[in-house]
């Protein structure tokens, strides 16, 4: 039976007086994408500079493809892809000359030309690095960690400054990777983009796990009960409209003119909504009835307060 991908126990790291990694765990199954998502300063960027080989641990366990990513760096290397958020290239460099710069570095690398046509950056491939649009520098960086055909692939925050094509693309492209059987350790502050990709999310807050497990198993809010949002006039008196829904329906306002009635969603409550509103004078738009997504998981979490 292989090891994990990645082994993370009860990791420390501090900085000074301040503890950014505090006894955090997980794991990343082999040919398994995992999302690590937080606020920022959650301390996820350092825990996956600790799994890269970039930082030591104060404190903890931490295996990558079994092995100790600081003492066994040498060997772990060759074995990993790692796209930074922000590339770290010269700035006069080529594109392709970049690419292949990184591919004679492998012992078996992809063909570059190739790759550049499959992240659509073979028209600016003769174009320097400082000219290229952010989310052009960030195909190439993730270009640049598959090059090598990595066992496990880190990416952190890789559709940044993509148009919805493009992060389609990139999508599409990890989709291929996790069938190929290559583990993915994912860090993205697109919930919407942490759905789609990943087996396994986990939410980190202050340097701990809060809350772990997939997608449909983080947004499961119980066996019954959905969500009916809708959008109105904000700042609408809802007493009314608890008093006359359901016992054990929840009516709150997430965001200015944006509301959420939680509990078991039936016809009879669809329309006791619309009354409602048809007693306050404003129509009720965008109706949608689902159950709780990614975001909603994570802000009930890590709170609604902006970070630094």
């Known amino acids: 039976m292989s090891v994990p991908a990645v082994e993370v126990y009860d990791l420390v790291k501090s900085f000074g007086a301040t503890t950014a990694v505090n006894g955090l765990g997980f794991r990343v199954d082999r040919g398994a994408v995992l999302a690590l998502l937080g606020p920022n300063g959650a301390g996820k960027t350092t825990t996956v500079e600790i799994c890269e080989g970039f930082r030591r641990p104060d404190a903890g366990k931490v295996r990558v493809l079994g092995l100790d990513p600081v003492t066994e760096g040498a060997r772990l290397r060759p074995r990993i892809g790692v796209m930074p958020q922000g590339g770290g290239a010269y700035p006069g460099v080529k594109a392709a000359e970049m690419l292949r710069l990184v591919a004679a570095c492998a012992a078996n690398p992809l063909d570059p030309a190739w790759l550049l046509d499959i992240l659509g950056l073979d028209g600016c491939a003769r174009t320097p690095y400082k000219r290229l649009s952010g989310g052009q520098q960030q195909r ?34 990890v989709a291929a990777l996790r069938a190929d059987g290559v583990s993915v350790l994912l860090t993205t502050h697109l919930m919407e983009e942490a759905e789609a990709l990943a087996d396994q999310v986990v939410i980190v807050d202050h340097g701990r796990v809060v809350a772990e497990g997939t997608p449909r198993e983080l947004t499961a809010a119980g066996p019954d009960e959905q969500q009916l949002r809708f959008r109105a006039k904000s700042g609408l008196d809802t007493g009314l409209l608890v008093a006359a829904l359901p016992e054990g329906c929840r009516v709150t306002e997430p965001s200015p003119g944006g509301y959420l009635v939680a509990g078991v969603v039936d016809p009879q409550v669809v329309s006791t909504v619309t009354a409602w509103c048809a007693q306050q004078g404003v129509l009720a738009e965008e109706l949608q009835v689902g ?3 990614l975001e909603d998981v994570f802000l009930d979490l890590t709170g609604r307060e902006l970070r630094s």
């Open 291 to 293: 159950r709780r997504s």
């Open 140 to 173: 190439l960086s993730l270009a640049c960690a598959l090059v090598g055909r990595p066992e496990l692939v880190f990416l952190d925050e890789p559709t940044a400054g993509m148009d919805p094509q493009a992060r389609r693309l990139v999508w599409e492209l």
